[in-house]
């Protein structure tokens, strides 16, 4: 009667009362606590179970009360004790399947963990829930925990290993785990349930410093079962799960992927050789299979078994074989093996990619199912998609999404966007043909493509989505979806500067309008690449495109503003060559056309060009006034992308001629739109200009400061003529500080080779003249010669400014080898072609003859 006695559970007033104090209910307390269940609350109350040392603390910090104030910190009954004779160490625990080789790219993770685990610690936390993806290394970190000889010692009495699954079998490890504590077989035997088996266990367990790991949880409440330790004992659990992870309480550890440079090392350790002589297709699976540590290992494996006889036919055939996704993901590890879900029964399976993923996939519903296979249409991450996007795409509601994210194979990404790894979409590719989920990615992006709010940020968030949206549109029978969306949408890529897309749809889009009735449309793509290619600086495509263009067009309509816009390129090229005549033909004839039109963009841009030739030419009243023209209609259109050029190159003109206040109010307006519209190109050329500006008012901080950023823009979005103009910049720049003619040689070689590669012969000429400088200054007099005859001689007709400055350079080299007749000549010239230009630079010239008493000529 005695023993039955003391068995018997023992009521908990101090909790319960605590709680009514509180006025809260048993399910309220439980979801304060996180616990998973309200009966848990009542078990304790009524003594029949104690709450884990997790659930215990969080009690105390609800109540503000101790351990003992609730009745939780009770002795243990001396004779319910089996001391344990040795330390256990569970023989259920697995090891890693390559245990030679290190754990690659986990240092820092298994240091914050090994913290959390640390008795001493004040991080110290009693319950770690590892959570990832499938095949990412949970339980491979769990494993190095368990070995880890400092781990043992802060738990001497042992580890103990639960492996649930997704079926769970809580009841067989709590009986193993009694059978390695000692209970006796009677013990056993009286013992019927899991409440019986996890009171029982407890109070076994007493005050041992126990280490419990509960690996691959699915189910909260087995888990729960297998909890059993006390404030000194710890436990680790993983799960694939995330809803799982955060209703478990505890600490909760997201364990991430390898990167790309962990995953070529983890793949270096296992096959060393093969990765010194394949190095491109090792990296390029290590790409494929987005850093999953299991992924890896299989393949390392596999290839380390194909390439033991060092054949290299062998060695490229399992390469090869291993670019199919079908066999990547079968890949399996000999004499390891895994319980899978089936249909009605649980099933022993070899460990491999695809078995691993299809235990997440065999708890989903068919509805999400086909949402999860919808969604694999996206790229893999690091790319994100929108909310609004994945319901679009997957025609699904926001709780299959949920559910997606809560079994772990949809992932949340800031932002409230979301993404996929790249195993889950090769599985679902593999085992579904979505074609239109196909058709509803494409149609989404393209009418977001023609939203007027779709700004800078967004377009460049979405950029992997709105390829892949062409790429699937780019089939026979999408071909006019895919090419009308071109059309709309390559002046807003070319707009944020993605030329490299926008040149690639254009000429796929080329392609498909082949019909004599699609003239209009090639048309269109044509001026388009003409346009494009005139912002790279490809003004041999310029040509080529506006041509063909006009000719097109010449049979259906001369007048259209395509015909306006062609023309306008072609004098854009014209500029570029020097050929002021040639081109200002071609913008007279563009501006005709404008003009019998209602007023357009084009208008905008050709009295530009108009302005700038002119103002190369000396004819500065005129080109003031189509600046002016350009700028009013560019206001009344709203035509922000017409103002920014207006703005910036009316900008130049006022710095050129030394109008710096009206300068810096003109460039400052466009400089402002383009960063608020987020047009890279143009805020690249508008810190050209405003370091041009603080250069010509001898601030030099801040002309370098804008011209490096400028310059970082411009190799970013490879605009070579940008570039090659801000290294000459800043080659002028260390010459006019005079401390560094290395650095300023160096930048004026880089420049001379883009230009003259290109060839942009104002630039070579302006370079040349910068280095003829620097050779001046240095005494060396053949070496200016050169550098001054080629700045003369690549100068463009009509560009007053830079012959202006070989002639004056000339002037200087022949003066210094005593030929005054010829210095006084260029001179003289450099001085009156700087007079009809306007330029502050004749002040310098006439100086410099007055001091080397030689006459200035009045007229030239």
């Not at 009841?171 to 009677?186: C, D, F, K, P």
């Not at 297709?281 to 290839?303: C, D, F, K, N, R």
């Not at 010239?829 to 410099?848: D, G, I, N, R, T």
Request: aromatic share 8%; proline share 4%; hydrophobic share 40%.
């Amino acid at each position: 009667m005695g023993g039955r006695k003391t068995n018997q559970a023992q009521f908990n007033t101090l909790l319960k009362n605590a709680r009514l104090e509180h006025h809260l209910s048993q399910q309220e307390v439980a979801a304060l606590i996180g616990a998973p269940h309200a009966y848990m609350i009542s078990r304790w109350e009524n003594g029949a179970s104690s709450p884990s040392s997790y659930y215990g603390e969080r009690l105390c910090k609800l109540f503000e009360k101790s351990l003992q104030e609730l009745g939780l910190l009770r002795p243990v009954q001396a004779h319910l004790i089996h001391p344990l004779s040795t330390t256990i160490y569970d023989p259920m625990l697995p090891s890693r399947l390559t245990s030679d080789i290190p754990l690659v790219g986990r240092d820092a993770l298994l240091q914050r963990l090994k913290e959390l685990l640390q008795p001493i610690s004040p991080h110290r936390s009693t319950r770690l829930v590892l959570q990832g993806l499938p095949g990412v290394g949970k339980t491979t970190l769990a494993m190095e925990l368990a070995a880890h000889e400092e781990i043992r010692s802060w738990y001497p009495d042992g580890i103990l290993w639960a492996g649930l699954g997704p079926r769970g079998q809580a009841l067989t490890v709590l009986n193993r785990w009694g059978n390695l504590l000692s209970l006796n077989e009677q013990e056993c035997r009286s013992l019927h349930t899991l409440q019986d088996w996890t009171q029982r266990l407890h109070a076994l367990i007493g005050g041992r410093r126990l280490l419990f790991i509960i690996d691959d949880v699915w189910d909260i409440t087995e888990a729960t079962y297998c909890i059993i330790g006390n404030t000194h004992s710890a436990c680790i659990l993983t799960t694939r799960l995330p809803e799982i992870a955060y209703t478990l309480g505890g600490e909760v550890i997201q364990v991430p992927e390898l990167n790309e440079q962990e995953s070529l090392q983890l793949l270096r350790h296992m096959i060393p050789t093969l990765h010194n002589t394949a190095q491109t297709e090792i990296q390029e699976l290590a790409h494929a299979v987005g850093g999953l540590p299991l992924a890896l290992t299989l393949i390392g494996s596999y290839l380390l078994i194909q390439t033991r006889h060092q054949q290299s036919r062998r060695t490229q055939q399992a390469l090869s074989r291993l670019k199919q996704v079908e066999h990547r993901l079968s890949l399996t590890q000999p004499g390891i093996r895994i319980s899978r879900l089936g249909s009605d029964a649980l099933h022993e399976t070899d460990v491999s990619l695809q078995a691993v993923i299809e235990m997440s996939i065999s708890i989903l519903e068919k509805t999400e199912r086909e949402a999860l296979y919808a969604l694999a249409l996206f790229p893999p991450k690091p790319n994100t998609f929108s909310e609004e996007a994945a319901l679009a795409v997957a025609a699904t509601v926001p709780e299959v999404l949920d559910r997606l994210v809560d079994v772990g194979l949809l992932e949340v990404h800031e932002h409230e966007r979301y993404q996929l790894h790249q195993s889950i979409i090769d599985y679902a590719h593999m085992n579904s043909a979505e074609s239109q989920a196909r058709e509803r990615l494409s149609q989404y992006f393209f009418q977001l493509l023609e939203s007027p709010t779709h700004g800078h940020y967004a377009l460049y968030l979405e950029i992997e989505n709105i390829r892949t949206a062409f790429e699937y549109a780019y089939e026979p029978e999408t071909y006019a979806l895919f090419a009308h969306a071109v059309l709309n949408s390559a002046p807003l890529f070319m707009k944020h500067g993605l030329f490299p897309q926008a040149q690639e749809l254009l000429l796929k889009a080329s392609s498909v309008f082949t019909g004599e009735h699609e003239q209009i449309n090639q048309a269109r793509v044509l001026c388009h690449l003409a346009s494009l290619s005139r912002i790279l600086a490809h003004y041999s495509d310029v040509d080529t495109y506006a041509q063909a263009c006009l000719t097109l067009m010449e049979k259906h309509d001369p007048q259209h503003e395509i015909v306006a816009t062609a023309l306008s390129c072609l004098g854009h090229s014209a500029i570029i060559r020097g050929e002021y005549v040639v081109a200002e033909t071609y913008l007279q004839q563009g501006l005709a056309v404008s003009r019998h039109l209602p007023p357009v963009t084009s208008t905008c841009h050709i009295l530009r060009l108009l302005a700038v030739i002119l103002d190369y030419q000396g004819k500065l009243a005129q080109a003031e006034h189509y600046f002016q023209e350009g700028l009013e209609i560019a206001r009344t259109l709203a035509e922000h992308e017409a103002l920014i050029s207006l703005l910036g190159s009316a900008g130049v003109y006022m710095t050129t001629h030394g109008r710096y206040a009206e300068a810096e109010q003109l460039l400052s307006e466009g400089f402002a739109l383009a960063q608020q519209i987020g047009l890279r190109a143009e805020i690249c050329h508008f810190l050209l200009d405003l370091g041009d500006l603080a250069f010509s008012q001898d601030d030099l901080a801040q002309a370098e400061s804008r011209w490096q950023e400028s310059l970082t823009y411009a190799r970013q979005m490879q605009l070579q003529q940008a570039t090659s103009v801000l290294l000459q910049n800043l080659g002028l720049l260390e010459i006019r500080r005079g401390r560094d003619d290395a650095q300023a040689l160096a930048y004026l070689t880089e420049g001379l080779e883009i230009a003259q590669a290109k060839p942009y012969p104002d630039t070579v000429s302006g370079i040349y003249c910068a280095m003829g400088d620097i050779y001046l200054k240095q005494g060396k007099r053949d070496e200016a010669l050169q550098a001054y005859q080629q700045a003369r001689a690549n100068a463009p007709a009509g560009h007053q400014i830079n012959m202006a400055s070989a002639l004056f350079g000339l002037a200087q080299v022949y003066a210094l080898h005593g030929e005054r007749a010829l210095a006084h000549d260029y001179g003289n010239q450099s001085y009156h072609l700087f007079m009809e230009a306007k330029a502050p630079q004749s002040a310098q010239v006439k100086c410099w003859l007055q001091h080397n008493n030689l006459p200035l000529m009045e007229a030239w």
